[in-house]
């Protein structure tokens, strides 16, 4: 059963680690913040110039003035600090972000992503996209395997305008958790009742398949 957009931000939330600082990206990747390991501490990041976001505020919580980066209310952790853009995407640029986690409409094994159009249909604009994926090494993308008519979005080679060229290592859709190395797609877990046959069915790019591929634990 592929996973929901709440399952796969618990999923990407298990990758955080104590003391991390995180950026995350609008869509699927704001919903991490409400499933932050209660045994660990992160500040969360946002480039319009947060830093130390918390959970998404209760109907009582509700600051219109503080939102993220996609103009979502969001609320402040304790020692969260609030500054402008150009400091927040000098924190960016400088290296400073331990994971990024990004939306995207392609990904191919190259690394390479396409995130902010789709030419005649949809300009989301570029946004702070470009900046993560140039300053930071970690980067988890999260996405659906395939649109709703079926075709892959995990790619031999990305057929949308790029944000970045060779910088995803790491991929978690609705149905996987994949690793980019070596030109190639890697199967790391697969979504509880999602079999490696759908999966490779699903994926475009080579994906390499070695032993018995574990469910991912939710």
Do not use: W
């Not at 219109?64 to 640029?93: C, P, Y």
């Amino acid at each position: 059963m592929a996973l929901s957009r709440e399952q796969i931000a618990q999923r990407v939330a298990q990758e955080l680690k104590d003391g991390y600082y995180v950026n995350l990206g609008i869509g699927i990747p704001t919903l991490v913040a409400n499933y932050v390991p209660q045994d660990i501490e992160v500040m969360l990041q946002s480039e319009n110039g947060l830093l130390g976001m918390g959970q998404f505020p209760t109907e009582d919580e509700i600051d219109a003035d503080l939102i993220n980066a996609g103009k979502q209310t969001v609320t402040m952790a304790n020692g969260a600090s609030v500054f402008d853009s150009a400091e927040s995407f000098a924190m960016i640029r400088g290296g400073h972000v331990d994971l990024t986690v990004l939306g995207a409409f392609e990904v191919d094994v190259n690394g390479n992503i396409a995130s902010y159009m789709i030419p005649g249909k949809l300009i989301k604009g570029m946004g702070g996209a470009m900046d993560l994926v140039a300053g930071a090494d970690n980067i988890i993308v999260t996405m659906t395997h395939a649109s709703k008519h079926g075709v892959s979005k995990l790619l031999k080679n990305c057929a949308l305008p790029l944000t970045g060229k060779g910088c995803i290592k790491k991929v978690l859709t609705d149905l996987a958790f994949i690793e980019i190395k070596e030109g190639k797609f890697h199967l790391l877990e697969r979504a509880p009742g999602v079999s490696v046959e759908e999966i490779i069915k699903l994926t475009e790019g080579e994906i390499v398949v070695t032993g018995d591929i574990p469910e991912m634990k939710l």
